[in-house]
């Protein structure tokens, strides 16, 4: 198996945009049960805090798709990652019943936070846009 080909950071930008972009597009079509779900988490702002979770996840998923400004955008969706999970996953706080589920969903979100890490230190790879020939080697 050959890993240092292209492909391989394209299928990992690929899987794991699925998450963020289908989020993002649920949060589109499905306004008013969002707003009725944040609500039980008694935030002020819903609105506005669920237009930024919604471009958030829309914008980083083309970002990631296609390589453009991913660093970044691996960078800021690994910080909105991590408000959610603390947010809406804090198991430690949830009924005997619901602690579990949260628990996963911690422990799920804390390594698509790992892989947001690895994307925005190493890159894309060569297959993005916008890259120099070489853009992506980091020096150790």
């Known amino acids: 198996m050959i890993l240092d080909h292209p492909v391989v950071p394209l299928a990992g930008r690929l899987m794991m945009t699925y998450i963020f972009a289908t989020s993002g597009i649920g949060k589109i079509f499905g306004w008013s049960g969002n707003v009725a779900y944040m609500s039980t988490r008694h935030l002020p702002m819903i609105p506005l805090l669920l237009g930024a979770a919604m471009a958030i996840e829309v914008a980083g998923s083309i970002c990631l798709v296609t390589g453009y400004q991913a660093r970044i955008a691996a960078f800021a969706m690994f910080w909105y990652t991590t408000a959610v999970t603390v947010i809406f996953h804090n198991y430690w706080a949830s009924s005997d019943m619901m602690a579990a589920m ?25 297959w993005a846009l916008g ?10």
């Open 102 to 126: 949260q628990e996963t969903h911690f422990r799920k979100n804390l390594a698509i936070m790992g892989g947001l890490l690895m994307l925005a230190y190493s890159g894309p790879g060569k």
């Open 131 to 140: 890259q120099r020939a070489g853009a992506n080697a980091k020096m150790v």
